[in-house]
């Protein structure tokens, strides 16, 4: 059994991964970004009687105090789930709305995990999973602050897998589609906050169109829940995870498209 700490395990595929790793029998480490999520985990515990396998900790990226915490317990696997994203036209967007994606969903779980890094190099072993998306393998209109965010996380999973390779460290990224947890709804919503259809030249319309083709065709949690549960505590598994996997191949056509493109064309599932 593996002793895996998972952070954003408050909500959404965090929460529902870390207790059906905990109902395998395994030793996780649930990070909550605040306290008040601790109390609806703590009822599925009782519930399913899962107080020697899930443990909860407050776990929140900019908070010093929590990130201490959590990288002192030796673990075998991390599983860097935590993020958030904002929606709405780059072309257009508070630039500052994409450095907070920017700083949560790379710069703070980078920051975060490079201790731990030290610690599975000292040790010779251990694996680190960056749960990612199909979104930092392609890219969506109004999701772009997302996209780029979750582009740079697959260029740091990639460069720390081929550096830690030779210290025993594993480095593996899980690329979920789209997942009907709410969390693709609120952040297609977060645009809302800023967005004045009077000064911009993007129509809200155009926004809401686009984002229904996604929130449209979300697909039930549990699919990803129960391929996260496989794969995390695998000995080995694929670098790249991609589910559901048919998404896999849509990536691939993705990029091979932009090389064809012309300057005045735009994808053709757009």
Same mark, same amino acid.
């Given at each position: 059994?593996?002793?895996?700490?998972?952070?954003?395990?408050?909500?959404?595929?965090?929460?529902?991964?870390?207790?059906?790793?905990?109902?395998?029998?395994? $030793?996780?480490?649930?990070?909550?970004?605040?306290?008040?999520?601790? +109390?609806?985990?703590?009822?599925i515990?009782?519930?399913?009687k899962?107080?020697? $396998?899930?443990?909860?900790?407050?776990?929140?990226?900019?908070?010093?105090? /929590?990130?201490?915490?959590?990288?002192?317990? /030796?673990? /075998?696997?991390?599983?860097?789930n935590?993020?958030?994203? $904002?929606?709405?036209?780059?072309?257009?967007?508070?630039?500052?709305?994409?450095?907070e994606?920017?700083?949560?969903?790379?710069? #703070?779980?980078?920051?975060?995990?490079?201790?731990?890094?030290? *610690?599975?190099?000292? *040790?010779?072993?251990?694996?680190i999973?960056f749960? #990612?998306?199909?979104?930092?393998?392609?890219?969506?209109?109004?999701?772009?602050?997302?996209?780029? +965010?979750? $582009?740079?996380?697959? +260029?740091?999973?990639? #460069?720390?897998?081929?550096e830690?390779?030779?210290?025993?460290?594993?480095?593996?990224?899980?690329?979920?589609?789209?997942?009907?947890?709410?969390?693709?709804?609120?952040?297609?919503?977060?645009?809302?906050?800023?967005?004045?259809?009077?000064?911009?030249?993007?129509?809200?319309?155009?926004?809401?169109?686009?984002?229904?083709?996604?929130?449209?065709?979300?697909?039930?949690?549990?699919?990803?829940?129960?391929?996260?549960?496989?794969?995390?505590?695998? /000995?080995?598994?694929?670098?790249?995870?991609?589910?559901?996997?048919?998404?896999?191949?849509?990536?691939?056509?993705?990029?091979?498209?932009?090389y064809?493109? *012309?300057?005045?064309?735009?994808s053709?599932? *757009?």
């Open positions: 059994m593996k002793k895996i700490l998972i952070t954003g395990a408050g909500s959404g595929l965090g929460k529902g991964t870390a207790i059906g790793l905990a109902k395998k029998g395994h $030793h996780v480490i649930a990070g909550v970004q605040v306290w008040e999520q601790k +109390s609806a985990l703590l009822e515990i009782k519930k399913e899962l107080e020697d $396998h899930l443990k909860i900790i407050k776990l929140d990226l900019f908070d010093e105090i /929590d990130c201490q915490h959590a990288q002192s317990y /030796d673990i /075998d696997i991390l599983v860097n935590a993020g958030m994203g $904002h929606s709405g036209p780059v072309g257009e967007m508070p630039v500052g709305l994409l450095r994606v920017m700083e949560t969903n790379v710069f #703070s779980t980078l920051e975060f995990t490079q201790p731990i890094i030290k *610690k599975m190099v000292e *040790k010779g072993k251990g694996k999973i749960v #990612s998306s199909v979104a930092g393998l392609t890219t969506s209109p109004y999701l772009g602050a997302y996209n780029a +965010s979750k $582009h740079a996380l697959e +260029s740091v999973a990639q #460069s720390l897998r081929d830690l390779h030779d210290f025993g460290v594993q480095v593996a990224t899980i690329n979920p589609g789209p997942f009907e947890t709410g969390f693709n709804d609120r952040m297609y919503d977060t645009y809302e906050q800023w967005f004045d259809e009077v000064e911009t030249f993007t129509t809200k319309k155009t926004i809401e169109k686009t984002s229904k083709k996604l929130l449209d065709r979300q697909l039930d949690p549990q699919i990803m829940i129960d391929a996260m549960v496989e794969i995390i505590p695998q /000995d080995v598994h694929q670098f790249r995870n991609v589910v559901p996997e048919e998404m896999g191949e849509m990536c691939l056509k993705y990029e091979q498209e932009q064809k493109l *012309k300057s005045n064309e735009k053709s599932s *757009k």
